[in-house]
């Protein structure tokens, strides 16, 4: 029987730099034949069983004639290559020759010096502002560089560079960025036997950097690294943190789905397509068949038997917010048929394909939120959301999906309909609701007339007795924050926390922080312009109080086990949930509780 050959890329030196899959290989290797010094033999103590062979001292033929018959006498060969074996690997002309014998062979990936160096010099590569490429190269040395890649040349792209199998003449390097016109102060760091027991960094400029590396005695097996992402106090914000930036896997502000949401998919494809989709919306889990339970992460997997999705459906329905389905939409739909209720208690079902080409709102688009969950899937997979409810297309919010979004209750879902098909057929319709909301959405929309201010929205058909009635939720926000924290901290983490749960200002009945937090001056400052009340709790009172995410820092240093949570929830009187929890920004901690509704006199 013929054996098997695995190239691994051994990583950069220290023993636990090797992949798992690579560990793996040697340890059930029979032949490990090493490429030389820069592979740390520690790394051999894997290969418990195997023969081992450096290959330092041999040709190309023979190390090829080692791999070949331990082929054919059926033995499991490990061809081990320091760092990556896709640089300066010189292993082309292996894989050339086995082709050409038709011996299969499989390649496992390494961690490169390249990237040992930037841990090592706990850098960035690429930072906006200073260079958003890396340019992996080496000097001309025996082996010669096409001539377009010569480093006076290459040198000349202001980016990153990572220098290979070059430290042996710094000066003629150091001369040949000079010659590509870099600067004298631009930054350079060598990192010697990166993740090494002898690992040395020297860093300089271009001015100082030859001096210094010859004073530490390195002249190999040391990775030059070029570019201003060495000064990293020079380099700009990443916009991938940004509020602003709707990245795939955030949702920007109140136009994200909120809630927990199921996943189902029933073939190996789908499957992965699900943890695609579950892994970038907020919290999802994942329902598969036991067949396919060891593809899912176990933090997020629910198994089901074999062929009972039907039943798994069924007993999720009432748990969850949304449903995103990656199968067949017939197949949904007879499914949920039979579970489907009522436009104000069924879940959001979105279905979606296994190329992740389209995302369907199926059920629940507005109140439920399927639409912005289809929206969210689309963008996660960077498909289509398919959206076929009539207002939508007309480009107009529908007032059912504003209070979902926001938080409102509706007190009459039977006038939804009534006001719907009203502006359908270009009827008017007069609101009342916060100004905000009706200069966002509804301004430039000359079928719908702002009749006033007011915290609570109604829609009203005139002529008619039809009056849609939407009701604001009662908020506290609660705060925690450091000492000396500015009331201009505090409005902006406001703020953000707010936008991003879809609450207004004006539901916000006011706030709430401990009582150690009396006279903290912004604190008081924030609150007093925003006009609203402040509210204080004891220590005993805030530890009596239940919350989600009790803080071990709060605790040992205030001996209180949440300030923002627990005050929030307590402002909000009996009954209260939490519409946001513990939100750390900055110095300020935020988290936003409503009242349970208030029945009105
Ligand atoms: N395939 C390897 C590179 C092999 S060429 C990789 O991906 O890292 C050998 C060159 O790589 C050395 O001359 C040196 O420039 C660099 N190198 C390899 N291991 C290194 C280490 N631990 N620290 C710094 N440079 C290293």
Redesign the pocket.
Known sequence: MNGKITFVGAG??APDLITIRGAEALKHADLVVYAGS?VNEKLLDYARNAELVNSAKLSLDEVLALLCNGYRAGKSVVRL?????A???AVSEQYRELDRQCIPYDVVP?V???F??AAALKTEYTMPGLSMSVIMTRDAGRTPVPEKEALSSLAAHDCTMCI????GNMRALIDKLRAAGRPEDTPVAV??????ENEKIVRGTLADIAGRVEEAGIK????IVVGKVLNREQGGLSCLYDRNFAHGYRGAGSESFRGQCAVFAMTREGIAKALEIASGLAEADVFVPEKYATLVPVHRRVIYPDGRSKQAIAQAWKSYRGFVMVMAAGIVVRHIAPLCGSKTSDPAVVVCDERGDYAVSLLSGHLGGANRLASEVARITGGKAVVTTASDVRGMTAFDELASRFHYRVSNPGAILKVSSHLLENGRVEVRMPRVLYECFYADDARIVFAGESRDISVSIPETETVLRMEAPHCFVGIGCRKGTRSASLKAAVAEVLERSGILMDCVDGFASADLKKKEKGLLEFARETGKELRFFSEKELNAQKVEHPSEYAMKHLGIHSVSEAASLLAAGEGASLVTGKTVCGPVTVAVARQTKKTTP
């Open positions: 950069p030196g820069l290559h320091t760092g990556d074996p640089m300066y690997g390494g490169s010096s390249a040992a160096a290979f199998l070059s430290a990192v010697y036997r990166a993740s090494w190999r097996q040391a990775m």
